[in-house]
């Protein structure tokens, strides 16, 4: 078991606005040091887009790591991001977002897992996201997060391109993947 702490229900729970970047690395970071104390289980806590260049991103990683989480999640989008089932975003080149996962890591070591999101997959195509996957695994995340595959052969392809390394699927309802359960997934 694990809890992932969603930037959505952090911003909305916590703000009452929308997940569009408004909530603070230190806001997020004592939250989820709230819920990691509140609870028995690892929590994945999301980092948005790292809350700048990789300076905020080892400051975010320090914080993180504190706070007592198991994982922090970083995401490839430009600021101002947004939900990944939702149009109109835009992602960073893959070498700034390979320098984010470098820093984090260089920042805490072992001590917290990175999950590298990319949004490539409605920027571009699954190709391109497959090939941010692979290059972001390489500068050491831990856990990769392919967002908004659009069928279920694509989540298939995603798992086959990275048979070794955990993945992290976002199933929203109405939103842009398929809508499967538990079960589902582990296929």
């Known amino acids: 078991e694990i809890c992932y ?3 959505f229900g952090a911003s909305a729970s916590h703000l009452g606005a929308p ?3 408004l909530m603070t690395s230190t806001e997020m970071a004592n939250l989820a040091g709230r819920v990691a104390n509140a609870i028995s289980i690892p929590v994945i806590a999301d980092a948005d887009t790292g809350y ?3 300076i905020n991103v080892r400051h ?3 914080l993180y790591s504190k706070a007592g989480v198991a994982a922090m ?3 490839d989008q430009e600021f101002p991001k947004c939900c990944g ?5 835009q992602v960073v080149p893959t070498a700034d977002m390979v320098d984010k996962i470098k820093a984090a890591k260089d920042e805490v070591g072992t001590e917290l897992l ?3 999101r990319t949004d490539a997959r409605a920027v571009f195509d699954l190709e391109i996201a497959l090939e941010r996957g692979q290059a972001y695994k390489e500068a050491g995340a831990d856990i990769l997060f392919i967002e908004a595959p659009r069928t279920e052969t694509e989540m298939k392809t995603i798992c086959t391109t ?3 390394t955990p993945l992290i699927a976002n199933i929203v309802e109405g939103g842009k993947t398929p809508f499967l359960n538990g079960d589902e997934l582990t296929k």
């Not at 089932?85 to 975003?89: C, E």
């Open 85 to 89: 089932h939702l149009d109109g975003k």
């Open 52 to 54: 700048g260049n990789t």
């Open 73 to 75: 999640q970083l995401e």
């Open 114 to 116: 990175i999950v590298a």
């Open 162 to 164: 990275f048979p070794s």
């Open 19 to 21: 997940d569009i970047g």
């Open 60 to 62: 975010t990683a320090k």
């Open 5 to 7: 702490l969603t930037g």
